[in-house]
């Protein structure tokens, strides 16, 4: 589960940070929102495949676990925050280019995206996150949303925007949610046959990483054998 939301803080920043350059670059949306969405759907296949670990954690109220339980539910309010969006890109570009906050609202967009990057690397490596601010991007932000009050683009971004970093400060969701609602903990066995049904992303990734790993094999073989040194 380390691992898995370890990939969900990166894939969230690769999202935040690819939204935001096709909205502050003046990038052709026909050609970036694909890929854009492409992006969202890992975020989206990797919460599903962070609901269904839940299941495997032990009972016990260890420290630990409920450590991981908090980020996760962290990473849930992060996406909700980093995946909403205003309206058609077109106009929101259009919207950004009146207030004149396309470098603010960038270097916001970096700095998040930046921490989010630390983020996780520091669960993957079992790392205490050092303190976190960015009140005077924030501030900058709020200003121009003050200076252009007609146009929504400064208040949305600095709504949102603002709601991240202190997510990102304070490591402490935003909002109750109870992760396993509407469900029962599985017992284990079914809990099994949920893991290793053909529509399971954990399976599904596990046979990627399989034929990845299989690929890999046949290349070192291939090339070992046109070594003339070496030999099959």
């Not at 052709?28 to 929102?33: G, I, Q």
């Not at 106009?91 to 998040?112: D, F, P, T, Y």
Request: charged share 20%; glycine share 2%.
């Amino acid at each position: 589960m380390r691992e898995s939301l370890s990939q969900l803080y990166m894939q969230l920043a690769d999202y935040f940070e690819a939204k935001y350059s096709l909205l502050t670059q003046h990038t052709d949306p026909e050609t970036a929102l694909p890929p854009l969405l492409q992006r969202q759907q890992k975020v989206m296949d990797l919460i599903s495949l962070l609901y269904q670990q839940l299941n495997f954690l032990p009972h016990a109220n260890n420290l630990e676990q409920k450590r991981l339980q908090r980020t996760f539910q962290v990473a849930l309010d992060l996406q909700e925050h980093i995946t909403v969006s205003l309206h058609l890109p077109e106009e929101v570009q259009k919207l950004v280019e009146q207030s004149q906050a396309e470098a603010i609202i960038r270097r916001n967009a970096q700095v998040i995206a930046t921490r989010l990057r630390v983020v996780a690397d520091d669960i993957l490596y079992h790392r205490h996150s050092a303190r976190f601010s960015m009140k005077n991007e924030l501030a900058a932000l709020e200003k121009v949303a003050s200076q252009h009050a007609d146009n929504p683009v400064g208040q949305f971004c600095y709504y949102h925007f603002s709601r991240i970093a202190r997510l990102l400060r304070t490591q402490h969701p935003l909002y109750r949610r109870n992760l396993m609602a509407n469900q029962s903990r599985l017992p284990f066995w079914p809990a099994v046959v949920s893991y290793l049904s053909f529509k399971s992303n954990a399976l599904r990734n596990a046979a990627r990483l399989g034929s990845f790993l299989r690929q890999a094999a046949a290349w070192a073989c291939c090339s070992t054998c046109q070594n003339p040194i070496g030999s099959c």
